[in-house]
């Protein structure tokens, strides 16, 4: 069975298995959004459907979220994540067949880390370009002598999402294992199902949190 280990590239320790699935499963993605995309119907079917479907659920929690004007312009953002994060989620699910190891490149604490941190350092840029340099004043706000407990809220945020979605992830995953040796036939395929939707609820789980952290860059500034 196929398993990468991580090596040291330019003095980093980068782990290639999930660095390789995190490609895989953006291919996956954009197999899916082509396959989707190629020929619209107007009364969508198969793989159209499936995702209009998701697309829909979206905007409509980006709408009661972030308003029109945030749905707008996130709406690309914010599909994208929830649909690499879902589908990274269930790839840990796919039969091992050999000689390939299929892992959830969100059980690793690293790329679930990466993608909070991302999200949290956009909302400043993003409220930055909607308000200006002004946006960065809720720092300080009401006095500065809040800075450093905005601070430490700030970074608790990236913290609690990327260890909620890897905990339920790598979680998911050693269970899977766990009760595929203990009866191979019939819990796992139960487990199974359970999996695929704990994993669909963790991407729109961290999707929301995502929204609701965006709130405030198009929220009315004075």
Same mark, same amino acid.
């Given at each position: 069975?196929?398993?990468y280990?991580?090596k040291?590239i330019?003095g980093?320790? %980068?782990?290639m298995q999930t660095?390789?699935m995190?490609?895989?499963?953006m291919?996956i993605v954009i ?10 119907q107007?009364? /969508?079917? @198969?793989?159209?459907n499936v995702v209009?479907?998701l697309i829909d659920m979206l905007?409509?929690l !980006?709408q009661?979220?972030?308003?029109d004007? &945030?749905r707008?312009?996130m709406?690309?953002f914010v ?5 690499y994060?879902f589908i @990274? +989620?269930?790839i840990?699910?796919?039969p091992q067949?050999?000689?390939f190891h299929?892992?959830? /490149?969100? +059980?690793d604490?690293?790329t ?5 941190? !991302?999200?949290i350092l956009? #909302?400043?840029?993003? &409220?930055?370009?909607?308000h ?5 004043k809720h720092?300080?706000?009401p006095? /500065?002598?809040f800075l ?9 945020k990236?913290i609690?999402? @990327?260890?909620?979605?890897f &905990?339920?992830?790598?979680? @998911? ?7 595929n !040796?203990l009866?191979p036939w019939l %819990?796992?395929?139960?487990?199974i199902?359970?999996?695929l939707? #704990?994993g669909?609820?963790?991407?729109i789980?961290?999707?929301i ?8 860059a ?5």
């Amino acid at each position: 069975m196929i398993h990468y280990y991580p090596k040291e590239i330019f003095g980093h320790v %980068v782990n290639m298995q999930t660095l390789y699935m995190s490609w895989f499963t953006m291919a996956i993605v954009i197999l899916v959004m082509y396959l989707a995309t190629r020929k619209l119907q107007y009364l /969508p079917s @198969g793989a159209q459907n499936v995702v209009e479907t998701l697309i829909d659920m979206l905007n409509s929690l !980006m709408q009661a979220n972030l308003g029109d004007k &945030g749905r707008k312009y996130m709406a690309p953002f914010v599909i994208t994540l929830f649909m690499y994060i879902f589908i @990274g +989620n269930e790839i840990g699910l796919l039969p091992q067949v050999f000689p390939f190891h299929f892992t959830s /490149p969100t +059980n690793d604490i690293n790329t679930t880390l990466g993608l909070a941190i !991302m999200v949290i350092l956009s #909302v400043q840029i993003v &409220g930055c370009m909607q308000h200006g340099l002004g946006y960065l004043k809720h720092f300080i706000s009401p006095h /500065p002598l809040f800075l450093p407990i905005t601070l430490i809220d700030e970074s608790a945020k990236p913290i609690t999402m @990327g260890f909620r979605l890897f &905990g339920n992830i790598l979680a @998911g995953e050693i269970l899977l294992i766990v009760l595929n !040796m203990l009866a191979p036939w019939l %819990v796992p395929n139960i487990w199974i199902l359970f999996s695929l939707a #704990v994993g669909f609820l963790q991407a729109i789980i961290f999707s929301i949190l995502t929204m609701s952290h965006f709130a405030s860059a198009f929220r009315e500034h004075h």
